[in-house]
Antibody
Framework: QVQLQESGPGLVRPSETLSLTCSVS??????????WSWIRQPPGKGLEWIGY???????NYNPSLESRVTISLDTSKNQFSLRLTSVTAADTAVYYC??????????WGQGTRVNVSS | QSVLTQPPSVSGAPGQKVTISCTGS?????????VFWYQQLPGSAPRLLIYANKNRPSGVPDRFSGFRSGASASLAITALQAEDEAVYYCQSYDNSLSAWLFGGGTELTVL
């Protein structure tokens, strides 16, 4: 069974870049049929889809974040990453990585909390 | 205000049935995009509950069922148990926003 684990700094300064990595075990990111996704959840609020990367490297982003987001794949490490530039307090959230397959977001990481503060 | 509208909260007694609605529009559920449902227990990551409107992944009890009609969908939970207390989210694709959307979430309280 595939498992996902997020990692990265828990504190990011305003205007800087948030960088997170999702390590995948029990399955390869380098196969078709799956989209490797990022979703976030601000404190006390609902879920927001950020975007995904396909095994080919193609990406799709939430238009509301597209100008600031990059999601990339590292097949040699079986990982995928999220970069979000020019962060503000509104980007404070729990960030989840997840696998999207034919049946939806069927595997999730435990989430990592990122606080944007000076 | 989410594009996919869910009631903020529902409640029911153990053993009873509850239904959670998810109302969309012609650019998402109404245009035929599938609906997915997720359960988020307190302090945990979401878990896939229903896919493609009405199908359960392996391991999800048959007490959970999904239904889609027109621009709306619903999740029904029968024989409520205390362990069902969670927040439930619907998800669908919106072609005018070109994005996957989640509903605002519905908090289920088992009385």
């Amino acid at each position: 069974q595939v498992q996902l684990q997020e990692s990265g700094p828990g504190l990011v300064r305003p205007s800087e870049t948030l960088s997170l990595t999702c390590s995948v075990s029990g399955g390869s990111v380098n196969i078709g049929s799956y989209y490797w996704s990022w979703i976030r959840q601000p404190p006390g609020k609902g879920l927001e889809w950020i975007g995904y990367v396909y095994f080919s490297g193609s990406t799709n982003y939430n238009p509301s974040l597209e100008s600031r987001v990059t999601i990339s794949l590292d097949t040699s490490k079986n990982q995928f990453s999220l970069r979000l530039t020019s962060v503000t307090a509104a980007d404070t959230a729990v960030y989840y990585c997840a696998r999207e397959g034919p049946i939806g977001l069927d595997s999730w990481g435990q989430g990592t909390r990122v606080n944007v503060s000076s | 205000q989410s594009v996919l509208t869910q009631p903020p909260s529902v409640s029911g007694a153990p053993g009873q049935k509850v239904t959670i609605s998810c109302t969309g529009s012609g650019s998402n559920i109404g245009t035929g995009y599938d609906v997915f449902w997720y359960q988020q227990l307190p302090g945990s990551a979401p878990r896939l509950l229903i896919y493609a409107n009405k199908n359960r992944p392996s391991g999800v009890p048959d007490r959970f069922s999904g239904f889609r009609s027109g621009a709306s969908a619903s999740l029904a939970i029968t024989a409520l148990q205390a362990e069902d207390e969670a927040v439930y989210y619907c998800q669908s694709y919106d072609n005018s926003l070109s994005a996957w959307l989640f509903g605002g979430g519905t908090e289920l309280t088992v009385l």
